[in-house]
């Protein structure tokens, strides 16, 4: 409560439907961020448990979990602080346009899609994260993107695919709900696709995932479903942020995104393939990212095996 300025307003770094983060500084003037979540399904046993695992998972992409806190009712996560907010903040600032031009963006997506196709494919345990969206992504001083759990992250069985938990749909942020959860009590990782891909359309074109303010008054769905209707209706260019320009690549951008976000998850490409897919783009802009080469624990989710089988010999 010290830390926090008894959670106060002024230090609220952002809110989600699973609880608020607040900027804390600790007594050595050490800064951290500290995510005070809403009551919980976990058990008292089963929270410290599960998140002593998310707290020994690291990665470049991923907010590091510096400890966790349970008193009575109350539950806090401590992460560091990252000084450029949430890419959410970024996107919609309170005050004037976005400034963020499409290369920064492109690197933001690329970090992203490589955190979570680590957290799918490669980590061990594997993770589903199940609650992606711009509010969960930070960025550090660099706009290097990285993912924060919200405590709803699933670890997923090392010899299955699914997880067979289903989680109540009222702690997700609206807007990145995938339509399976209202037909199906299984948790997947294609669920984490589909959310990304929405978070993938925010980034193209500037609007937010529950209110487009390019749709007409009449329209009442959400960011998915107008670009499903402008790609329909071949307005497909009439979607992206005016301020970015109109070229080849944000088409492929948004081509990526659309697949994410197909109907039945089957059909959506795994998060492996997405970062592929994005990562290649980046050959047309003068940024970098750290070229780290993973591949897949379980390549069963991965469409094309041979491609991941050719990547593992030349890579040997």
Known sequence: MKATDNFGKSNIIGTGRSGTAYKAVLHDGTSVMVKRLQE???????????????????????????????????????????????????????????????????????????????????SNPRI?????????????????????????????NPIDTHLSTFVNGEFRDLGYVVPEYTKTLVATPKGDIYSFGTVLFELVTGERSTHVSKAPKTFKGNLVEWIQQQSSNAKLHEAIDESLGVDQDLFQFMKVACNCVTTMPKDRPAMFKVYQLLRATRINY???????????????????LEEVIIAREGHD
């Open 40 to 122: 919980s399904q976990h058990s008292e046993k089963e929270f410290p448990s599960e998140m002593n695992i998310l707290g020994s998972v690291k990665h470049c992409n991923l907010v590091s979990l510096l400890g966790f806190c349970v008193a009575k009712k109350e539950r806090f996560l401590v992460y560091k602080n990252m000084p450029n907010g949430t890419l959410h903040g970024q996107l919609h600032p309170a005050a004037g346009a976005c400034t963020m031009d499409w290369p920064l963006r492109l690197k933001i997506a690329i970090g992203e899609a490589k955190g979570l196709a680590w957290l799918n494919h490669s």
């Open 128 to 156: 589903i994260h199940q609650n992606i969206s711009s509010k969960c992504i930070l960025l550090d001083a660099d706009f290097e993107p990285k993912f924060f759990y919200f405590g709803l992250a699933r670890l997923m």
């Open 286 to 304: 003068n940024f970098t990212t750290e070229d780290e080469i993973m591949f897949p624990m379980d390549t069963s989710d991965v469409d094309n």
